[in-house]
């Protein structure tokens, strides 16, 4: 079972690997140095979770069509030659965009959109495997291997990138970016090898099977789950939504190069691996909602502290509210992960598990697109770069109060017992037809 689940490690580390190059180098680069809308590179850093609701066809499609009996292999491939296929692209994209727009950003849409397509087709599929592979009992040890493995892959690649663009120059970036890409197809091949058996029969569709109308009638229908949803959604647009924003507001304010700011992604990573650690010890000795409330706050003093630094220009405070805002954004994740598997009920999880990952990329849409374009806003305005990032920053800060005050008004047993409700109901008009 080791070599399985450093197997399906090896995959989500593969996945992720194409994302560091695009969201810690590229959108600096497109920004400070290409001056390409910050509003636009959101968008397109974006297209990911504009495509996530499709992963529930993925995934129910593949139950139905194993591919010489394989269910999830063939699609998890498919979806990382689409990853590499974006990240190498992209570069490109974005020099072109700054000599003929119309045709750079169409060739943009293509790579980012390669990029999203390729992280819900694999992404959905490694991690059925890996609920397949693990068992009800194991899944929590398979799922932690694999968090902690693309955590430090995160790390070593974001200090790999900020020494291969260093010096930069257009020709270093785009041989990066083909270094990652072909490191992360490699990975992803040893991975995929024997990982998956061949299916003689095809399996039965179990709890995962939701319609649309289905999913929203549960979701609408359960105050408390409601409650959950649009919590989920400010969360983490607040903590998430800086992350296109945060390395060019170090190049704005501060002068750090492309190296330099590139490294802020390692700083992120470190501080999670610290908080995955610390969140283990504490499982079971502290109640969850502490731990989410220390996270909420830890990242919003972050913030603070980040706009402090951008007020009186110190490079040294700066640095200290990137390691808050990942300790708090490690702490968050960690205990909200946790919360939400507590925000499930048996003959639903499925249904439920569906919709806090739509929360969770409707959220990352929605914090990435509104923060570039309150960034560009505030600046076309007062003319000042730096004042537009501390905006979105504040902006940022006052998401997470809302949402610590949102987390007051939930409560799991009365969310548990609604759905109980709401399942007997659709049990027994399914048993009547």
Not at 59 to 76: E, V
Not at 299 to 309: E, K, M, P, W
Not at 331 to 354: P, Q
Request: proline residues 3%.
């Amino acid at each position: 079972m080791l070599r399985s689940r450093l197997q399906l490690g090896l995959l989500h580390v593969a996945v992720a690997m194409t994302l560091v190059p695009i969201n810690s180098t590229l959108n600096r680069v497109m920004i400070k140095e290409l001056a390409i809308s910050a509003t636009l590179v959101a968008i397109l850093a974006s297209l990911p979770y504009l495509f996530s609701p499709i992963q529930v066809a993925i995934g129910s499609f593949a139950d139905r069509h194993p591919i010489w009996g394989l269910r999830r292999t063939p699609y998890i491939f498919a979806g990382l030659l689409l990853c590499v296929a974006g990240v190498v692209i992209s570069p490109f994209a974005a020099f072109l965009m700054a000599e003929n727009f119309w045709t750079g950003l169409g060739v943009g849409l293509l790579a980012f959109g390669a990029w999203g397509m390729g992280y819900n087709l694999s992404s959905v599929s490694y991690l059925s495997l890996a609920s397949e592979l693990s068992g009800e009992k194991s899944r929590s040890k398979t799922i932690a291997i694999m968090f902690f493995m693309m955590i430090s892959a995160i790390i070593v690649t974001a200090i790999g990138l900020s020494h291969l663009v260093d010096p930069y120059t257009p020709q270093a970036l785009v041989r990066a970016f083909w270094i990652v890409g072909l490191v992360s197809l490699i990975l992803g091949l040893i991975g995929l090898i024997k990982l998956e058996k061949r299916q003689s029969t095809r399996p039965t569709s179990g709890d995962e099977n939701y319609t649309w109308s289905t999913l929203m009638r549960f979701i609408f229908g359960n105050r408390q789950a409601r409650l959950f949803f649009v919590y989920l959604i400010i969360l983490l647009a607040a903590i998430l939504g800086q992350d296109i924003l945060l390395e060019p507001f170090g190049a704005e304010a501060f002068g750090l190069s492309v190296r330099e700011t590139t490294r802020i992604t390692s700083i992120w990573g470190m501080c999670v691996l610290f908080t995955l650690t610390v969140a283990g010890a504490l499982e079971g000795r502290v109640r969850k909602r502490a731990v989410v409330l220390w996270g909420g706050w830890t990242a919003l003093a972050g913030f603070v502290v980040i706009t402090l630094s951008g007020l009186i220009d110190s490079l040294g405070i700066f640095y200290s509210g990137v390691v808050l805002l990942g300790l708090g954004t490690g702490l968050a994740t960690v205990s909200n992960l946790s919360l939400m598997l507590d925000m499930t009920t048996a003959g639903s999880v499925g249904l439920f598990i569906g919709a806090w990952g739509m929360a969770n990329a409707f959220s990352r849409l929605i914090g990435s697109v509104l923060g570039g374009a309150l960034r560009d806003s505030v600046t076309q305005v007062v003319q000042n770069p730096v004042t537009g990032y501390l905006t979105v920053f504040v902006v940022e800060a006052l998401l997470l109060l809302a949402s610590l005050w949102l987390l007051g008004r939930i409560d799991v047993g009365a969310f548990r017992q609604k759905a109980y409700q709401q399942m007997s109901v659709l049990e027994r008009a399914a048993s009547l037809e």
